[in-house]
């Protein structure tokens, strides 16, 4: 397989050759990895690629050239510190010797603090967090509003895992040698170039900037009459920053267990998406919507899309009707604007059990369903939640099947 991608390959193929090859970053694809793993020096990775900040790590998602004297190797990336070259010489079933000249080292009985040591095998040379022996993210390049899904595995069993996406924690789960995280970008999301910033145990913290799409948001302006006009901004808040409790508490481990579902099936049309950006009855733009729309008929009925807790079911003054699940690792889903509630807070929910039925209550300007879906207390697009299949990668990463949608009458 080859990792090359050469430019130009349309054109000609003599141009395609003269192409220096490029590389897309992944996580562990540090300056020092790519330079053993391509057996060229890191000043030169530094000098094709003058346009990255050489004190950070390359940015997951973007591209670099890579010499033409590229040539891969395979193998493992070991980091000096964590023990002395005679262990890793016993890890490995190497002499110590062949680890020394494999690695330009005087001998190995001198102690090798600061190099990293290149070790042959088969593999894929990454420089992972310390103690992480494999690392894959749910999207090399995500755009802002989506769900971010880290998962991979652990040298020791029952490691703890602390992780951080732009200052923002994220939800972690694991069994044995295996873990799974996610966490949550607002429509608001700035996006660039935030740090992933990864931590086992005690080792040290590992970090490596990841890249974000630009993306394109609806506007929407909206007309409040009688009723709806009348709820004003302290009523939002208040009824927000109740719910921000509910949100913010973080049950462990998955409750879902197949794909999410659409938690409606008949309605007219989809009347909003995720993250449009809302003008009230000619204001500035400063809010955005926080879930999806179904257009229905009143009495539509809406289902659970996936397995979880019922932690709130009643009558909200700026919701209406309003049935929120808590479906572990810090996700939740909610249905508003409902005529009907059938669920209780506490009750276990399976896919397709009926929340309740479609309405106007609240703010609202006619019979919708509005879905919303948050991670770690921040609202996600659901329809992009659904087509990544995060869902089932998440489970996968902890070793737990993962089956489609389940039908709905
Ligand atoms: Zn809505």
Do not use: K
Not at 168 to 177: C, D, F, M, Q, Y
């Amino acid at each position: 397989m080859s990792l090359f991608l050469f430019l130009g390959l349309a054109t000609s193929e003599r141009a395609a050759i003269a192409q220096p090859p490029t590389y897309t970053i992944l996580p562990g694809d540090t300056w020092v990895a790519l330079a053993m793993r391509f057996n060229v020096e890191e000043n030169e990775l530094h000098r094709l690629n003058p346009h990255f900040n050489t004190s950070r790590q390359p940015t997951i998602g973007t591209s670099i050239t890579l010499p033409d004297n590229a040539a891969e190797r395979s193998g493992r990336m070991v980091r000096p510190g964590s023990e002395s070259t005679l262990s890793t010489a016993v890890r490995f079933q190497l002499s110590p010797w062949a680890i020394a000249a494999l690695n330009r080292l005087e001998s190995p009985y001198r102690p090798n603090l600061y190099r990293p040591l290149f070790i042959p095998g088969d593999g894929t040379i990454r420089d992972f967090p310390p103690g992480i022996d494999s690392l894959e993210l749910s999207v090399t390049s995500p755009d802002p509003g989506q769900a971010l899904g880290i998962r991979g595995t652990t040298i020791d069993e029952n490691a703890t895992i602390i992780a951080r996406m732009d200052g923002l924690p994220v939800s972690i789960a694991g069994t044995s040698n295996r873990f799974v995280g996610v966490v949550g970008t607002g429509a608001f999301y700035a996006g660039g170039e935030p740090e992933l910033i990864i931590q086992v145990d005690d080792h040290p913290a590992w970090s490596q900037p990841w890249g974000f799409a630009e993306r394109e948001w609806d506007y929407q302006e909206l007309t409040l009459t009688g009723e709806a006009a009348e709820i004003d901004q302290q009523s939002r808040d208040e009824e927000r920053a109740r719910l921000r409790e509910l949100w913010t508490h973080i049950t462990p481990n998955p409750q879902w267990t197949d794909r999410f579902s659409t938690p409606i099936n008949d309605f007219l049309s989809v009347t909003a998406n995720y993250g449009a950006r809302r003008s009230y009855n000619g204001g500035p733009y400063l809010t955005y919507h926080e879930g999806i729309d179904f257009s229905a008929y009143a009495g539509t009925p809406v289902f659970a899309p996936a397995a979880g807790t019922v932690v709130l079911a009643e009558r909200l003054y700026v919701r209406g009707g309003a049935v929120i699940l808590d479906h572990g690792l810090g996700i939740y889903s909610g249905y508003y604007h409902l005529s009907a509630v059938h669920v209780t807070s506490g009750q276990t929910v399976q896919p397709g059990t009926i929340l309740g039925e479609v309405g106007t209550t609240g703010l609202s300007t006619g019979n919708h369903l509005h879905w919303d879906v948050l991670v770690n207390g921040i609202w996600v697009d659901p329809a992009a939640w659904q087509e990544q299949g995060i869902d089932c990668w998440l489970l996968e990463g902890l070793g737990s099947p993962c089956s489609p949608p389940a039908p709905t009458e």
